[in-house]
């Protein structure tokens, strides 16, 4: 669906009337959508969070993306001095559940939320704009009309704490040799080959990549089935991943059992 002018203007005001913004990106479905929004994600200069199907996340030349912002979160709800005026999310369902806790601790006036699917996730009721459009073109029209935030600070705060955390992640996991599913999680991130694809298990799979992943390895296409299908569901789903993308071997993750296709 293509943008039209009303909405790009409207999220034009909102975010060059913000001083203190947060970009929320979810799951990305092309490499056009993922170069759009980290050129957006660049001209906006907010604080980033990934979601880890977004590929942002795995991702280390974006320089205001908080890798570790689910732990962040967990600690001190970023302790924000100033009130959270904007948060836009580009993607459908977040799998953080601290973001959503932040959402409703600090409600923002503004929560835009830029789809391009039918589908709902708004638990709390706090979507205050819903933009139903092609991800990468929305990015294109938006790109122009917007400046560049001069407020740095909380992007500042975020990157030294996200930096303590991936450091503090290392130490504790380097101190044992036992496989624990937050190493597991970090030596997938870090050792999958580029050209391969990953395919992550609902429930605890999907959660410790997206808090644990290191950005450190190749940043490869990642999804996953938030369904309640099982074990024989997400084997199906993610046959059909590795179908799509027939150029690269896909590697799906269920814990239990970690196998290639």
Same mark, same amino acid.
């Given at each position: 669906m293509v943008p039209n002018g009303v909405s790009i203007n409207q999220v034009t005001d909102i975010i060059n009337q913000t001083q203190t913004g947060i970009?929320?990106? =979810?799951? @990305?479905?092309?490499d056009a +959508?993922?170069?759009?929004? !980290?050129?957006? !994600?660049?001209? #906006? %200069?907010?604080?980033?969070?990934?979601d880890i199907q977004s590929k942002i996340?795995?991702?280390?030349? @974006?320089?205001?993306?908080?890798?570790?912002? +689910?732990?962040? #979160? #967990?600690?001190?709800? =970023?302790n924000l001095r100033? $009130?959270?005026?904007?948060? *836009?999310?580009? /993607?459908?369902?977040?799998?953080?559940?601290?973001?959503?806790? #932040?959402?409703?601790?600090?409600q923002p006036q503004n929560y835009v939320v830029v789809i391009d699917d039918p589908f709902r996730h708004d638990p709390?009721? %706090?979507?205050?704009?819903?933009?139903?459009?092609?991800?990468? *073109?929305? =990015?294109?029209?938006?790109?122009p009309?917007? /400046?560049?935030?001069? %407020?740095?600070r909380l992007v500042k705060q975020l990157q030294q704490q996200s930096q303590l955390v991936n450091q503090s992640v290392d130490d504790f996991l380097g101190q044992s040799q036992e496989i624990s599913e937050p190493s597991v999680a970090r030596m997938?991130?870090?050792?999958?080959?580029?050209?391969? /694809?990953?395919? *992550?298990? %609902?429930?605890? $799979?999907?959660? +410790?990549?997206d808090m644990y992943a290191t950005c450190e390895g190749s940043p490869v296409a990642v999804t996953a089935n938030r369904g309640t299908s099982g074990i024989e569901g997400t084997i199906a789903a993610a046959a059909g991943f590795a179908v799509c993308w027939l150029e690269f071997t896909c590697y799906c993750s269920y814990w239990r059992l970690i196998f290639s296709i």
């Open positions: 970009l929320a990106v =979810c799951q @990305l479905k092309s +959508d993922i170069q759009a929004v !980290a050129q957006l !994600a660049e001209k #906006l %200069n907010w604080p980033v969070f990934t996340r795995l991702e280390s030349s @974006l320089q205001n993306v908080i890798h570790y912002f +689910d732990q962040i #979160l #967990l600690i001190d709800s =970023c100033q $009130p959270l005026k904007t948060v *836009l999310q580009i /993607g459908s369902r977040i799998t953080s559940k601290r973001f959503m806790q #932040l959402l409703e601790k600090h709390a009721h %706090n979507v205050s704009l819903r933009i139903d459009a092609n991800i990468s *073109l929305f =990015c294109q029209q938006l790109l009309t917007i /400046g560049k935030s001069q %407020n740095p997938i991130s870090r050792y999958i080959p580029q050209q391969h /694809g990953l395919f *992550l298990a %609902n429930s605890m $799979p999907i959660r +410790d990549m």
